[in-house]
């Protein structure tokens, strides 16, 4: 699962079908220590709704949980107009009750069926990978965790934990087009290649966040002859600002496993006596490693925590500024 950090001490709600994919994100968080109130709409469309919403009630009951219901009771059924319906339901719990996160089931197999559909349509890169892991928006992030996973994953994970789960029979019907992509293109695909499809989508993302114009890579917020501050906006434009500051200003050359170690490390690490790190404020920092023999005045430890200082650089400024 990705994105754990940001749904920590958080307040979650999932939108829930009581399907596969909702269903395995609701019990795997909560087997993490991580709970999430549940918001569920009926469409109206299926007898078996009733029951998906039945189930839903009483799982929140057992888990101790919030539940939002809302019923679609449009005469027509119209897929965007039932789309909207649900976000809008969503969007007014979150400004309502306050949540931080809306959390969706989407795995791999959906991200690559969007993907086709979006391709089949002349779409560019950013419409192409659309589907991400993280959305924010205004008051609230959307986060997928199983956006790298396939679904196989998680019918495993249900049966294999006796976890109660339904079926929508209606996505299996060829009569709508983005079932016909996931039966016989994605799915297909993501069982025979698997692994190079998930490497693919993991480059995308990163050639797309490069094309992030945003960005400036001389365009400091702060910066002296050994110290540097720059604003974390994306991984990949933060990492070649980083290697162009090691490279002119440190004389350090670093490699690409280094690069990569970067990103997985969430920007927090040493290297060569440099010190790389962020602070709660997506600000990276960048300077020499100092292990201090000084005992900061307690002032100063509370001056460095009230402005977020990460503590692998308070010895650099203690020593350089105070």
Same mark, same amino acid.
């Given at each position: 699962?990705?994105?754990?950090?940001?749904?920590?001490?958080?307040?979650?709600? @999932?939108?829930f079908?009581?399907?596969?994919?909702?269903?395995?994100?609701?019990?795997?968080?909560?087997?993490?220590?991580?709970?999430?109130?549940?918001?569920?709409?009926d469409?109206?469309?299926?007898?078996?709704?009733?029951?998906?919403?039945?189930?839903?009630?009483?799982?929140?009951?057992?888990?101790n949980?919030?539940?939002?219901?809302?019923?679609?009771?449009?005469? $027509?059924?119209?897929?965007?107009?039932?789309?909207?319906?649900?976000?809008?339901?969503?969007?007014?719990?979150?400004?309502?009750?306050?949540?931080?996160?809306?959390?969706?089931?989407?795995?791999?197999?959906?991200?690559?069926?969007?993907?086709?559909m979006?391709?089949t349509?002349?779409?560019?890169?950013?419409?192409?990978?659309?589907?991400?892991?993280?959305?924010?928006?205004?008051?609230?992030?959307?986060?997928?965790?199983? @956006?790298?996973?396939?679904?196989?994953?998680?019918?495993?994970?249900?049966?294999?934990?006796?976890?109660?789960?339904?079926? $929508?029979?209606?996505?299996?019907? $060829?009569? #709508?087009?983005?079932?016909? *992509?996931?039966?016989?293109?994605?799915?297909?695909?993501?069982?025979?290649?698997?692994?190079?499809?998930?490497?693919?989508?993991?480059?995308? $993302?990163?050639?797309?966040?490069?094309?992030?114009?945003?960005?400036?890579?001389?365009?400091?917020?702060?910066?002296?002859d050994? #110290?540097?501050?720059?604003?974390?906006?994306?991984?990949?434009?933060?990492v070649?600002?980083?290697?162009?500051?090691?490279?002119?200003?440190?004389?350090?050359?670093?490699?690409?496993?280094?690069?990569?170690?970067?990103?997985?490390?969430? *920007?927090?690490?040493?290297?060569?006596?440099?010190?790389?790190?962020?602070?709660?404020?997506?600000?990276?920092?960048?300077?020499?490693?100092?292990?201090?023999?000084?005992?900061?005045?307690? *002032?100063?430890?509370?001056?460095?925590?009230?402005?977020?200082?990460?503590?692998?650089i308070?010895? *650099?400024?203690?020593?350089?500024?105070?």
């Open positions: 699962m990705l994105y754990l950090s940001h749904l920590e001490n958080k307040k979650n709600l @999932i939108a079908s009581n399907g596969v994919d909702s269903t395995a994100l609701f019990w795997k968080l909560l087997s993490l220590n991580i709970k999430c109130d549940i918001a569920i709409v469409y109206g469309q299926r007898e078996q709704s009733k029951l998906e919403v039945k189930n839903a009630y009483k799982i929140a009951v057992e888990c949980v919030k539940i939002y219901h809302s019923v679609y009771d449009k005469t $027509d059924f119209n897929e965007k107009q039932a789309r909207d319906f649900r976000y809008e339901f969503f969007e007014n719990i979150i400004k309502e009750e306050g949540y931080d996160n809306l959390l969706m089931g989407h795995h791999l197999n959906d991200r690559l069926e969007w993907f086709f979006q391709l349509k002349g779409a560019g890169l950013p419409e192409l990978l659309s589907l991400q892991g993280i959305n924010k928006k205004d008051n609230y992030t959307i986060i997928r965790p199983f @956006i790298n996973t396939p679904k196989q994953d998680l019918l495993e994970y249900l049966n294999d934990n006796d976890i109660t789960y339904f079926v $929508d029979e209606t996505n299996l019907q $060829d009569i #709508y087009t983005r079932n016909k *992509f996931r039966k016989y293109y994605s799915n297909p695909l993501i069982e025979s290649h698997l692994d190079g499809i998930k490497n693919s989508f993991k480059y995308l $993302d990163r050639d797309n966040q490069s094309l992030d114009t945003s960005v400036i890579l001389n365009d400091f917020l702060y910066k002296m050994s #110290y540097y501050c720059i604003k974390h906006n994306n991984d990949v434009s933060s070649r600002l980083i290697d162009n500051i090691l490279k002119n200003k440190f004389g350090l050359l670093v490699t690409k496993d280094f690069r990569e170690y970067l990103i997985e490390d969430q *920007f927090n690490t040493v290297v060569n006596n440099i010190a790389i790190t962020i602070d709660s404020n997506n600000i990276i920092h960048i300077a020499p490693y100092v292990i201090s023999k000084d005992t900061m005045p307690k *002032f100063i430890k509370e001056k460095f925590r009230v402005e977020k200082i990460p503590p692998k308070r010895p *650099f400024l203690f020593n350089n500024f105070y």
